[in-house]
């Protein structure tokens, strides 16, 4: 089980970014897939998920209206589009996999991160 | 919201001996708990689900107990690598799904 990210960068504030997750190694369309951050010295802040087929989503209050998650079981691949930054956003960036098919909301495995400066 | 608080921050241990963290939740989670162990330039990993369950590829060594409010994850007796910060994370309530602040398991 792999889960790579890419996308991330320094950026301004207000600007936008899209982060990408490919996954290989299990059946993706099986699980929920999540966006986890963790800005430098904090603990982990989950920022999003989405069920297996893309109909459930939620984020954290902080980004609501500002990032959107997706994804493309053809490819495997989960998306993060994430607008307005601020300053704030400033974090490594995982993405996660669902521990079982389905939706248990706990971590397992995580990828290895992208990390997103918002400076200006 | 529901905020989980880590205690210690810091514990001081030396390998060979029994560490027990604490986690407890400003609101009931029942048992829908888990516990990362994240070393220095790494991803958290998944070591105990639903309070007690052990995560494949945790060892014997650690255990998760508690329910409700109130949660302990103990390591039985600290091998060299068990030295990191662990995070606890409930899924009783979201969103979000949140967790700990931490704690520092450092070598005594």
């Known amino acids: 089980v792999q889960l790579v990210e890419s996308g991330g960068g320094l950026v301004q504030p207000g600007r936008s970014l899209r982060l990408s997750c490919v996954a290989s190694?299990?059946?993706?369309?099986?699980?929920?897939m999540h966006w986890v951050r963790q800005a430098p010295g904090q603990g982990p802040e989950w920022v999003s998920g989405?069920?297996?087929?893309?109909?459930?989503?939620d984020y954290v209050d902080s980004v609501r209206g500002r990032f959107t998650i997706s994804r493309d079981n053809a490819k495997n691949s989960l998306y993060l589009q994430m607008d307005s930054l601020r300053v704030e956003d400033t974090a490594l960036y995982f993405c996660a996999r669902d521990r079982v098919p389905g939706n248990s909301n706990y971590f397992d495995p995580w990828g290895r991160g992208t990390l997103v400066i918002v400076s200006s | 919201e529901i905020v989980l608080t880590q205690s210690p921050a810091t514990l001081s241990l030396s390998p060979g001996e029994r560490a027990t963290l604490s986690c407890r939740a400003s609101q009931s989670v029942s048992s829908f708990l888990a516990w990362y162990q994240q070393k220095p330039g790494q991803a958290p990993r998944l070591l105990i689900y639903d309070a007690s369950s052990r995560a494949t590829g945790t060892p014997a060594r650690f255990s998760g107990s508690g329910s409700g409010t109130h949660f302990t994850l103990t390591i039985s007796s600290l091998e060299p690598e068990d030295f990191a910060v662990y995070y606890c994370?409930?899924?009783?309530?979201?969103?979000?799904?949140?967790f700990g602040q931490g704690t520092r398991l450092e070598v005594k």
């Open positions: 190694g299990f059946n993706f369309d099986d699980y929920a």
């Open positions: 994370q409930q899924r009783n309530n979201w969103p979000p799904l949140s």
């Open positions: 989405i069920n297996w087929n893309g109909v459930i989503i």
